[in-house]
């Protein structure tokens, strides 16, 4: 049986928020562990933009990095999964896949989300490269190239919009999505082409896509897709949290410094924000290793005034 783990903080995920979280506590001379099941989100694109510092790296790459700036300042990393979660007093009891048991004060909560690709054969082989959902991530890539958008969902039409400021032929296939008059008008304005019916499958090759619209072949070197964005919360849920939901997806509902409901509990990154690129995660990642430090600090400082004899 492996031996227990106590810490502090544990952080459960170790992407760019949980690594980002990490490093903050660490930096404060908090005890931290980080599980980390190796799953990042990212990990089909090659590169990942709008770092300040690293445009370009490669998320795996940004990833080794910051585990090891986090280790460098004394938090422990571990390659493992947490499959239980629970209460124990003030504190958190954690069970790994791997048998381990890890118990802290806190929790960091940064295990992002899932994408949930539309139900069109073929769109999980190219994602990451050509077939794409974001134009901040992955736009200027493709600039001035074919762009097919596929119009499942609302969010659809204002990613049309946005990709045609990338290039001017932009095609929206629209499939049980109605297209308000004023968007109409505007993509008429703006030569967006508009294609009605169903995509049943996506082939070729890399850079040369080829969609099938209800059996015909249109060709584009890029395709947008619109996600349902599923937060990995089984945790949070076991621990009495209950999930947020909008048009988007569901995630991890929270307040300043990245508070949730469940007292203890902090939230951090895609599993929070389902808008948050890398950037954005570590810098909430970091606010929350903030508050969790202070609150921390908080409940020491408490703590000695009630053992105190005055």
Not at 7 to 23: F, Q, Y
Not at 53 to 65: C, H, K, Q, S
């Amino acid at each position: 049986m492996n031996a227990d783990v106590n810490a502090d903080v544990v952080v459960l995920g170790g992407g760019a928020a949980g690594l980002a979280g990490a490093v903050a506590l660490a930096r404060s001379l908090r005890d931290v562990v980080v599980v980390d099941a190796g799953e990042p989100r990212n990990a089909p694109a090659g590169h990942a933009h709008n770092v300040l510092g690293r445009e370009g790296i490669d998320p795996l790459d940004l990833l080794a990095a910051g585990r090891e700036e986090a280790r460098g300042y004394g938090a422990r990393i571990l390659a493992d999964r947490a499959v239980t979660a629970r209460r124990d007093g003030s504190g958190f009891v954690l069970e790994l896949l791997s048998g381990r048991v890890v118990r802290a004060r806190r929790v960091l909560l940064a295990t992002g989300l899932v994408d949930e690709l539309p139900d069109v054969p073929g769109l999980r082989q190219f994602w990451g490269g050509s077939v794409l959902h974001c134009p901040f991530c992955h736009g200027y890539e493709v600039r001035g190239q074919r762009i097919g958008v596929l119009g499942s969902r609302p969010t659809a039409l204002h990613q049309a919009l946005m990709f045609r400021r990338l290039s001017p032929d932009v095609t929206l296939f629209v499939q049980d999505l109605d297209v308000p008059d004023e968007t109409a008008r505007q993509f008429r304005a703006l030569g967006v082409t508009v294609r009605e019916g169903t995509v049943r499958r996506v082939g070729g090759t890399p850079g040369d896509l080829v969609v099938d619209l209800d059996g015909e072949d249109v060709g584009v070197q890029a395709l947008v897709v619109t996600p349902y964005y599923r937060a990995r919360a089984d945790l949070f849920r076991q621990l009495g949290g209950q999930l947020a939901t909008n048009e988007r997806g569901e995630f991890v509902p929270t307040g300043p410094g990245g508070a949730t409901d469940v007292p203890g509990v902090w939230a951090a990154g895609n599993v929070a924000d389902l808008s948050a690129m890398v950037a954005g995660s570590a810098g909430a990642g970091v606010l929350a290793g903030a508050a969790i430090h202070g609150d921390l600090i908080a409940e020491d400082a408490r703590a000695l005034v009630a053992a105190h004899p005055w």
